[in-house]
């Protein structure tokens, strides 16, 4: 650490978050750290909810954002230039610690570099090494020296492969909003007895371009089936509300959607059931105990790489983290309106089931509501200390 004007230590942070789940992780991170460092010096490659936290940010977040191999096959060159360049710069100028956010195939080799020259490496949100491409512990261990995770049995997973680890919760359920379906609703001029399907098919224009027509197809089977059913898609940019628009507005009238901008957690939690992408939201649906069907396409290559090294059975993180496995998932070919329309119909149609996954999903807050930032921030602070 360097000490500033008033003599006072200011911790110098390197930082890489590579999507925007990353940034709004980092952004509580420094939010925290500062209330103990007040002079903390952030740098790396930030997102716009870190550089208004004060992160310094030497390149576009956006820039090493990457979906699929066929994303990465296109931006291999540049993206490896900016790790050098990275590279470069902490070791002529090491920072206290190093805190990589999630975009383990960029920051695990960075990491790697930064701690055989003696710089400490925090690594926070675990890839899915336990679900696929397993061998990947080796270069884990070597590269961090601590993992940061979200969930717990990822925590027991590195103690079994001797990978110092701290569990820290997710910030997602931190931020939960109770409230009721009923109030929900309210907010969203949605009566009581509606069927409500909420649509999510993605945050990327890759995952919408592949899942938006194959959402529409079985909106428009649930249209023919349940007279005055509803769906209510959030939407989380222009560009993806443009992709929806054009897929729902050929197909459907427009009285029975609607495409609102954000508020998807309102949105999960006034609908009957959701239809989504297995990721992110898969998680924050299951925090708001609202049932779910799940659905995933890739590109073929990146789905024949995921097959090809894959450990585990379910896609969605709620049937990992809960033993009954609620949540009906679409992979790939599967993912097609055939097999998830009778899916989706199956939830609005059986109120008992419909229930006792809502019972077995809402299990889940109370283990991931931990104060992620200040545990991750305390994490940090040990391993200075060490």
Wanted: one cysteine or more.
């Amino acid at each position: 650490m360097q000490a500033d004007s008033a003599g006072e230590k200011a911790l110098r942070v390197g930082i890489v978050a590579g999507e925007t789940s990353g940034d709004i992780l980092g952004a509580g991170l420094i939010r925290e750290l500062r209330k103990h460092y007040p002079s903390l010096v952030v740098e790396g490659i930030c997102g716009p909810l870190m550089i208004a936290e004060g992160g310094i940010s030497h390149v576009e977040m956006n820039t090493i954002s990457i979906m699929g191999l066929d994303g990465l096959f296109g931006n291999i060159v540049k993206i490896l230039r900016i790790r050098r360049n990275l590279e470069k710069l902490f070791l002529e100028s090491p920072p206290d610690i190093f805190v990589g956010i999630d975009v383990p195939d960029f920051n695990l080799t960075l990491e790697k570099k930064l701690k055989k020259a003696g710089i400490k490496t925090i690594h926070y949100v675990s890839p899915t090494v336990w679900a696929w491409r397993g061998y990947r512990i080796h270069k884990i261990r070597r590269a961090v020296s601590r993992m940061l995770v979200l969930f717990p049995f990822e925590a027991s997973y590195y103690h079994h492969h001797n990978v110092p680890v701290s569990f820290v919760g997710h910030p997602i359920a931190d931020d939960m909003t109770v409230m009721s379906m009923s109030e929900a609703r309210k907010c969203l001029n949605i009566s009581d007895h509606e069927r409500v399907v909420a649509i999510l098919p993605g945050s990327r224009k890759s995952e919408v371009s592949r899942l938006a027509p194959v959402f529409t197809e079985t909106a428009v089977r649930l249209h023919k089936q349940f007279e005055g059913i509803r769906f209510v898609i959030p939407c989380a940019s222009q560009q993806l509300r443009t992709i929806i628009e054009s897929s729902f507005g050929s197909c459907l009238p427009p009285s029975t959607y609607e495409i609102v901008d954000g508020n998807a957690q309102t949105i999960l939690r006034g609908a009957n059931v959701a239809l989504l992408a297995s990721g992110t939201a898969a998680l924050e649906c299951a925090l708001l105990g609202t049932p779910m069907v799940v659905a995933y396409r890739l590109s073929t290559l990146s789905y024949l790489m995921v097959k090809t090294f894959s450990q585990v059975k379910y896609y969605s993180m709620p049937n990992h983290l809960l033993s009954d496995a609620p949540v009906e998932e679409f992979i790939q070919n599967r993912a097609n309106a055939e097999n998830i329309t009778p899916a989706v119909a199956k939830l609005l149609t059986n109120t008992e089931l419909n229930q006792q996954v809502r019972v077995s999903l809402e299990s889940l807050l109370p283990s991931l509501k931990r104060n992620a930032n200040k545990r991750a921030t305390d994490a940090i602070i040990t391993e200075l200390q060490r």
